[in-house]
């Protein structure tokens, strides 16, 4: 491990072991366990609903302790995914040395991994959603030659008793301050653990959406992190949340990843960005501009893009986001810095700019230039999303704007560099597609190009089957049409899906 990496490195594994979390063995466990005088050792793992589950675990010895690690344990797999036949529902949790953290909320010295499925025959489980997108990525990589690198922009709602002092202008939160910001300690605090367990947090600031109704006082945040690879990328959301919530109950306050908490306010998304990468270089753009190989994934993923809402968008609120003019996409296109797109191609850095001289007129050092720091970033997904599912669903679409012949034109095509909300540019607006709005819609657009998804067996047919089913039993058909005007109605809708995934 680079030196460079240990300095500042909140991760005190990573610091004590000097070694990066990708290296850790099974013996660096053992040693952990005995240098930090580990008492209980914690199995975690996501199943069928999204969530962290818990298998806790007394430490009698050495030799039990080697054991755990080295052979895992049995789970009940039929109580934790709704497919596994109660006459067949062993399965095993293996943990995985790489996901090791500290426990930071219990009193007793408590080391964590996260956990994978394996069957009976000790097969992975084809069907967990972390495998899934184990195979996405690898396939992504062995068919392009590229490594897949993404991160998510959480957006989430502290939901809190009315504040009296210092309000708020109703949805004017973005970047905020203390005291008019009054959940910043809580979220530096998730920042500061999210790191100490692993995270790779990039920043973390107040968002648009703040208001109050007659009880309640409604405050949005976001945690953004840095691009890794995929599977870290959907491990570090999933451990996010539960921290998150985790200090929401020591707070005694809601912590909410819903796509929408109520009529006419800021809708929390999960902006997921992406890269790509060859021999550690960025290929989505050079000081030209963005490459072809950026077009081409950006191409795949709109391709695909109104079947990956079946991962990305799993609850009936989710498509009361998803309307004009909230920021939030609502047609199929693509453009540069643009908040009414899809697919939207963040501000970059080029090396030509002098913007910190500029600033700073007193730097007389040589001032480097850090390249490879532009993404893409899909903007459809919010915190109903199996994140593990939505993740491998982006990376079976890029792959597939690869391949495609006439990926450019596609690209081509469906680019917008204007508003496409304003009445003078109608016309462009209505010669795009649009993005489902009703799960059942998304079910029926996950039919139509299932077969991208099954493809080698990422996806495999019952997976794809039983997310198809489950959508359609909302039967939420017209759902904004039948509620608009009726509050009572979209408030008992938002109660019921306040705590997605």
Excluded at 13 to 32: G, P, Q, Y
Excluded at 118 to 143: C, H, M, Q, V, W
Excluded at 178 to 198: D, Y
Excluded at 373 to 398: C, I, M, N, P, W
Aim: glycine share 6%.
């Amino acid at each position: 491990m680079k030196e460079s990496e240990k300095i500042l490195n909140p991760n005190r594994l990573v610091n004590h072991l000097n070694k990066s979390a990708s290296e850790f063995t099974r013996a660096d466990i053992m040693k952990i366990v005995k240098d930090f005088q580990i008492e209980m050792l914690n199995f975690r793992y996501v199943a069928e609903d999204g969530k962290l589950k818990t298998l806790n675990f007394v430490i009698n010895s050495l030799d039990h302790l080697d054991t755990i690690l080295a052979t895992g344990e049995r789970v009940d797999g039929s109580s934790l995914f709704s497919y596994v036949e109660a006459e067949t529902s062993d399965l095993y949790v293996i943990p995985r040395f790489n996901t090791a953290f500290l426990n930071p909320f219990t009193t007793i010295p408590t080391l964590d991994l996260l956990c994978s499925f394996y069957n009976n025959e000790g097969l992975p489980l084809e069907s967990a959603p972390e495998y899934i997108l184990r195979k996405a990525n690898l396939d992504f990589t062995k068919s392009t030659g590229l490594k897949f690198k993404a991160l998510g922009e959480l957006e989430y709602y502290v939901v809190s008793e009315k504040q009296q002092l210092y309000p708020n202008t109703d949805q004017k939160g973005y970047h905020a301050s203390a005291p008019f910001a009054k959940w910043e300690t809580l979220r530096t605090e998730a920042m500061r653990l999210i790191s100490q367990c692993g995270g790779q947090i990039k920043y973390g600031h107040s968002e648009v959406g703040n208001f109050e109704d007659e009880n309640f006082y409604y405050e949005q945040n976001e945690i953004e992190f840095l691009p890794v690879r995929v599977e870290d990328a959907a491990d570090q959301i999933v451990i996010a949340k539960w921290i998150l919530r985790t200090l929401g109950n020591k707070y005694g306050v809601n912590i909410s990843f819903a796509p929408k908490i109520t009529v006419g306010k800021a809708g929390s998304g999960l902006h997921i960005h992406m890269l790509a990468e060859k021999d550690c270089v960025n290929l989505l753009a050079d000081d030209e501009g963005i490459t072809d190989v950026a077009k081409r994934m950006i191409a795949g993923i709109l391709d695909l893009s109104s079947a990956i809402t079946a991962f990305g968008n799993t609850i009936p609120t989710s498509y009361l986001r998803l309307v004009p003019h909230q920021e939030a996409p609502t047609n199929i296109c693509w453009g540069d810095r643009n908040r009414s797109v899809l697919v939207r191609i963040p501000l970059g850095w080029i090396a030509k700019t002098s913007m910190i001289r500029h600033a700073n007129p007193q730097e007389t050092g040589s001032v480097p230039y850090v390249p490879g720091k532009q993404t893409f970033e899909f903007r459809a997904a919010d915190g109903s999303a199996d994140v593990y599912l939505l993740l491998a669903g982006l990376v079976v679409a890029a792959k597939h704007g690869l391949e495609m012949e006439n990926a450019l034109d596609i690209a081509k095509k469906l680019y917008v560099g204007v508003n496409i909300f304003k009445e003078e540019n109608k016309q462009r607006l209505s010669e795009l597609d649009h993005l489902p709005i009703s799960c059942f819609e998304s079910a029926d657009k996950l039919n139509e190009k299932r077969a991208f998804f099954e493809n080698n067996n990422i996806f495999p047919s019952g997976t794809i089957d039983r997310i198809i089913k489950n959508l359609k039993k909302y039967n939420d058909k017209g759902l904004s049409e039948k509620i608009y005007g009726n509050n009572e109605e979209f408030r008992s809708l938002v109660n019921q899906y306040l705590h997605c995934m």
